[in-house]
């Protein structure tokens, strides 16, 4: 059983930044092909930015040039940091798998963009 923990959220204007930090409890993900997710209030999951288990980064249009996906493999946690934030990045924003599986599925990060 693998456990994601994320945080790092929190509340910040338009323009601002935020750093999230997804810990995992086994270096298996290590090996994998991990994603940020993000889902808005009465929305589906959206995959944010991915990363795969070579170094290899993937972006949505909607964040590119905004958002860098990263990862420590020692520390087994993968990272993202988000600068010129707008109102419409307002989610709660998770790690898992790609594709996601269900037994990943942590708490999230709530992360909420307004002035």
């Known amino acids: 059983q693998v456990q994601l923990v994320e945080s790092g959220g929190g509340l910040v204007q338009p323009g601002g930044s935020l750093r999230l930090s997804c810990a995992a409890s086994?270096?298996?993900?290590?090996?994998?092909?991990m994603a940020w997710y993000r889902q808005a209030p009465g929305k589906q999951h959206e995959l944010v930015a991915s990363?795969?288990?070579?170094?290899?980064?993937n972006y949505a249009d909607s964040v590119k040039g905004r958002f860098t996906i990263s990862r420590d493999k020692a520390k087994n946690t993968v990272y993202l940091q988000m600068s010129s934030l707008k109102p419409e990045d307002t989610a709660v924003y998770s790690c898992?798998?790609?594709?996601?599986?269900?037994?990943?599925w942590g708490q999230g990060t709530q992360v909420t963009v307004s002035s």
């Open positions: 086994r270096s298996i993900v290590n090996i994998l092909n």
């Open positions: 898992n798998a790609v594709p996601p599986s269900v037994n990943y």
């Open positions: 990363i795969t288990s070579g170094g290899s980064t």
